[in-house]
T-cell receptor, first 115, second 117 residues
Framework: EDKVVQSPLSLVVHEGDTVTLNCSYEVTNFRSLLWYKQEKKAPTFLFMLTSSGIEKKSGRLSSILDKKELFSILNITATQTGDSAVYLCAVEDLYSGAGSYQLTFGKGTKLSVIP | GAVVSQHPSWVICKSGTSVKIECRSLDFQATTMFWYRQFPKQSLMLMATSNEGSKATYEQGVEKDKFLINHASLTLSTLTVTSAHPEDSSFYIC?????????????FGPGTRLLVL
């Protein structure tokens, strides 16, 4: 069973549109949820969320976490062609008493912004 | 869905020893696997691209003699950190690309935490 589910898998929008990407998860010993943007090589870190209801914002991007309903959303307003990428959600959970952790990635949402 | 596993999940070793990390694609064949390092609250750093049956392609600044990569089968790639030092302590993540059915999706493993004392 997938522990981190992103939706939609793929999205095509016009420049200027606002998009909302979803990430739901089911893990034990939740520690944090991370959003990444992957264009070519390695995923670029966007946000780390640990507390419910606190919006994190960076320019046109914002994200919020709901630990009760176990999901997070990533919003992008006034989209630009440069926002075209795969957006990955990953959940970090502790799995041993030694304090080590693992990351579980979703399959990503492929966003295409057309002029 | 496709699953990528890593073994071990975490390892503590003494400085100077070598550590091998395995990355396996469990239900698909992966001709290409990627190895990343991640530092807390930072982007993943691509270390190398591993292609089955050929030499890995290393990113600039990554020592190929330090980080040995072997991709001997379509479901297994290994990363060996040779003569590990404390500065090699990090979270190592692999991913595998599934090109089955004409789709290209990258699946990430759960990561291996390495602590070098």
């Amino acid at each position: 069973e997938d522990k981190v589910v992103q939706s939609p898998l793929s999205l095509v929008v016009h420049e200027g549109d606002t998009v909302t990407l979803n990430c739901s998860y089911e893990v034990t010993n939740f520690r944090s949820l991370l959003w990444y943007k992957q264009e070519k090589k390695a995923p670029t870190f966007l946000f780390m969320l640990t507390s419910s209801g606190i919006e994190k914002k960076s320019g046109r991007l914002s994200s919020i976490l709901d630990k009760k309903e176990l999901f997070s959303i990533l919003n992008i307003t006034a989209t630009q062609t440069g926002d075209s990428a795969v957006y990955l959600c990953a959940v970090e959970d502790l799995y041993s008493g030694a304090g080590s952790y693992q990351l579980t990635f979703g399959k990503g949402t492929k966003l295409s912004v057309i002029p | 869905g496709a699953v990528v596993s890593q073994h071990p999940s975490w390892v503590i070793c003494k400085s100077g020893t070598s550590v091998k990390i395995e990355c396996r694609s469990l239900d698909f064949q992966a001709t290409t696997m990627f190895w990343y390092r991640q530092f807390p609250k930072q982007s993943l750093m691509l270390m190398a691209t591993s292609n089955e049956g050929s030499k890995a392609t290393y990113e600039q600044g990554v020592e190929k003699d330090k980080f040995l990569i072997n991709h001997a089968s379509l479901t297994l790639s290994t990363l060996t950190v040779t003569s590990a030092h404390p500065e090699d302590s990090s979270f190592y993540i692999c991913s595998a690309r599934d090109i089955g059915l004409g789709r290209e999706t990258q699946y990430f493993g759960p990561g291996t935490r390495l602590l070098v004392l």
